[in-house]
């Protein structure tokens, strides 16, 4: 996905998205259509044992209006639960993104550049906001480690670091490992949460890099106060939209209910060729094959967009949102910080205002009578008059 990464496509919601009735990419039919298949062959079975000869297999339609509401209650539960969990990922994801954009803004022009090397460590710091958001990515979609190809550039200066310090990691659990029973039991449990602090939680540890980097411009006196307060504001709302959007990956639709919405929607399906059978004749392979698409979609849709972080079709596409942010850091930090007298008290913006303010001092003449032929101002012969009259 790293082409999607440098080349983002961006979502217009003014363009025509095309005809959808006959638009097999991103549909879930063809990913029921060989348990549809199933299905319909079973429905195929009963219809031509039923036609050609003596085995009755038709039996009551109670079943289909008992079991049918249920299946459809649980599948539009399931359903709704399932674009709850995307909606709520991508709005946790749209405020981690409105953070590293103030972030960005507040470290661009609000930290003063006392030497050269200054503008540096403001385009590391930038860099390592998107790497978070970067990493966050990886994290979602359990691909641990530091060396992803889109992730290398925007940690190259923290990369060593890491590397170190996860094998320095690693070597005490394997010699823990060897050790004694009784050591095992009695593991320190912070060391263990250490480690899966390196290994597990790459945005993590960047945020430990981003708050030292804050901390050292308070004590450099870069900035004022107040900045300085907006950067750990917004450095903590970062922290906890990883939080959240952990908790949308770690805790799906309970196991039970997922288990026993598939076996009862399979239930239904295989059900409805042998009470359609003797109304329908023929016409059963059909209806069967229509609601087994139907249904067996709709709990796939569910299973689909309950986790929205993978690599699925409909999941959100992470890859081009991170490659979104990329174009406009990039956009922000290849230009010089903006200084207010550039573009304020410039040559051409005074021309203009100045132009503005010649036209509109002829407009305020003209509309109460004063008359600058002279370098005193006189009233008009005629709203002399007027006032004579008043």
Not at 153 to 163: E, R, S
Not at 362 to 374: F, K, M, P, S, Y
Request: include cysteine.
């Amino acid at each position: 996905m790293t082409e999607r990464f440098d080349s983002p496509k961006i979502y217009t919601p003014y363009r025509s998205r095309g005809q959808k009735l006959f638009r097999w990419r991103r549909s879930v039919i063809p990913k029921v259509l060989f348990s549809t298949f199933i299905v319909t062959t079973i429905a195929t079975i009963v219809t031509v044992l039923y036609k050609y000869t003596s085995v009755n297999l038709s039996m009551e339609k109670s079943f289909i209006v008992s079991v049918g509401f249920v299946v459809s209650f649980l599948l539009g539960y399931r359903t709704n639960t399932a674009y709850d969990r995307y909606w709520e990922g991508l709005r946790i994801w749209s405020t981690m993104v409105v953070a590293i954009r103030n972030m960005t803004r507040i470290i661009w022009i609000n930290i003063k550049e006392k030497e050269s090397k200054h503008l540096l460590e403001k385009e590391t710091a930038i860099n390592l906001l998107l790497g978070f958001a970067i990493a966050t990515k990886h994290l979602l979609r359990e691909e641990q480690g530091c060396d992803h190809q889109d992730l290398k550039p925007y940690i190259t200066n923290i990369h060593n670091q890491l590397t170190e310090f996860s094998a320095k990691r690693n070597s005490k659990t394997q010699n823990k490992n060897k050790s004694s029973f009784l050591n095992s039991i009695f593991k320190n449990p912070i060391e263990i949460d250490a480690k899966l602090i390196v290994d597990k939680n790459l945005p993590l540890k960047i945020s430990l890099y981003i708050s030292s980097y804050i901390s050292a411009q308070k004590q450099r006196g870069s900035t004022d106060d107040a900045s300085i307060s907006i950067l750990h504001t917004n450095l903590c709302t970062l922290v906890d939209c990883l939080t959240n959007l952990e908790r949308v990956l770690r805790s799906p639709i309970p196991l039970a209910y997922a288990i026993h919405l598939t076996q009862v929607t399979w239930l239904y399906c295989l059900s409805l060729p042998f009470q359609l059978v003797a109304d329908l004749g023929w016409v059963t392979i059909l209806v069967t094959f229509v609601a087994t698409a139907t249904l067996l979609g709709i709990e796939r849709i569910g299973e689909e967009i309950e986790n929205p972080f993978g690599h699925d079709e409909n999941d959100l596409n992470l890859d081009d949102f991170c490659g979104l942010l990329k174009q406009e850091l990039s956009n922000i930090t290849a230009n010089k910080p903006p200084n207010m007298e550039d573009w304020i008290f410039n040559s051409e913006v005074q021309s203009i205002l100045e132009n503005d303010d010649l036209q509109n001092r002829n407009v305020l003449n003209r509309e109460i009578g004063i008359n600058r032929t002279d370098s005193q101002d006189t009233l008009n012969p005629e709203m002399t008059i007027n006032m004579e009259m008043k």
